[in-house]
């Protein structure tokens, strides 16, 4: 069993910046491609990105491309999204998700657990 805990959300003005955390439990966090995900209201779940398991390489969707960054930190356990130049369309409720094996790209990702998510809104 895994448990994912996302932090970090918030109220953020237009253009500004926050910075989520998943902590997630057990031992095998390295072992896994972990990945951030949206729901906006009235709206699906949409894919952020994705990141292989050593944190080498990662995928993003073109909307957060050059804005957002997705990382890592096998030694603690926790999963980060940096995200910067916030727009109003940005506004939802991030997600963490672990990956069910290590395939990382965005078409291949597939995700068995979830965090709780954490939300974030941008408005001035």
């Known amino acids: 069993q895994v448990q994912l805990v996302e932090s970090g959300g918030g109220l953020v003005q237009p253009g500004g910046s926050l910075r989520l955390s998943c902590a997630a439990s057990g031992r095998t966090f390295s072992s896994y491609a972990m990945g951030w995900f949206r729901q906006a209201p009235g709206k699906e779940r949409e894919f952020v990105a994705t990141?292989?398991?050593?944190?080498?390489?990662?995928y993003y969707a073109d909307s957060v491309k050059g804005r957002f960054t997705i990382s890592r930190d096998n030694a603690k356990n926790t999963l980060y999204l940096q995200m910067n130049s916030l727009k109003p369309e940005d506004t939802a409720l991030y997600y963490c998700a672990k990956g069910a094996n290590s395939l990382y790209s965005a078409a291949l990702f597939k995700p068995d657990y979830w965090g709780q998510g954490t939300q974030v809104t941008v408005s001035s």
């Open positions: 990141i292989s398991r050593s944190g080498g390489s990662t």
